[in-house]
C-alpha cells in the first residue's frame, strides 16, 4: 500500500482495477478543511489521463510491476515475438501493446517489457538506437552541420529529420524519446 503523500512523478498505482501512473500531483494545505492531493493519472493500458483528487494520507495499492530484458526474434503476421535470452521463453505483443516505438524496432534489439500480473503492459526502448539511412535526398557541395535538415527514412520505416550533408547508408543514432537525430556513427 502506498499512501497519496508518497506520491512522485512516475508511481504506479492500482485504482479499479487498472494500473495508472502518477504525470503530476500537487499537495495542497487549504486554510480551512483538510489537506487534499490533486493528481494527474495516466492510465498504463489505455493511455487515457484523469484527474483525480484524494485525501492527504489515503491509502491504496502500489501496482507490483516487473521489467525484464527481452531480444525481438521476429513477426509473425501482425504480433512482434520476444524471447527471454535467460529461459528462452516467447513473448508475443501486439503493435498496440508496443506502442509509438515499434517504428525503431528492430530483429536482435533488447527491450524492456514492463508487466503487471503476467500481463505486458509497455515496451520500452533503449534511449537511442543506431539505424542505418535508407531513403533521403542527395548532399549538394556546400551542405553543412547548421545549414538546415532534411527528411530521412531509415532502415525500419522511421522518418528523421537529419542534417543536409548525411547521404544513404550512413548509420545514424537517433533519440527514441524525441525522434530527433543525435549523430553519425562509425
Given at each position: ?61 502500489q501496482a507490483q510491476l516487473e521489467k525484464s530484458t527481452l531480444q525481438h526474434t521476429y513477426m509473425e503476421g501482425d504480433d512482434y515475438v520476444f524471447m527471454d535470452m535467460a529461459s528462452y521463453e516467447e513473448t508475443r ?94
Amino acid at each position: 500500500m502506498i499512501s497519496s503523500n508518497d506520491f512522485r512523478t512516475g508511481t504506479t498505482i492500482e485504482l479499479d482495477g487498472q494500473v495508472w501512473r502518477v504525470v503530476e500531483f500537487l499537495h495542497v494545505k487549504p486554510g480551512k478543511g483538510s489537506a487534499f492531493v490533486r493528481t494527474k493519472l495516466k492510465g498504463v493500458q489505455s493511455g487515457n489521463v484523469v484527474e483525480k483528487t484524494f485525501r492527504a494520507g489515503e491509502t491504496m495499492p502500489q501496482a507490483q510491476l516487473e521489467k525484464s530484458t527481452l531480444q525481438h526474434t521476429y513477426m509473425e503476421g501482425d504480433d512482434y515475438v520476444f524471447m527471454d535470452m535467460a529461459s528462452y521463453e516467447e513473448t508475443r505483443l501486439t503493435a498496440k501493446q508496443i506502442g509509438d516505438g515499434r517504428k525503431y524496432l528492430k530483429e536482435g534489439m533488447e527491450v524492456s517489457v514492463v508487466s503487471w500480473n503476467g500481463k505486458p503492459l509497455e515496451v520500452e526502448l533503449p534511449n537511442s538506437v543506431v539505424l542505418e539511412v535508407t531513403q533521403t535526398d542527395p548532399g549538394v557541395k556546400g551542405d553543412t552541420a547548421t545549414g538546415g535538415t532534411k527528411p530521412a527514412i531509415v532502415e525500419t520505416g522511421a522518418q528523421v529529420m537529419v542534417p543536409l550533408f548525411i547521404t544513404i547508408g550512413e548509420k545514424i543514432k537517433v533519440d527514441t524519446r524525441t525522434d530527433s537525430y543525435l549523430g553519425r556513427e562509425s
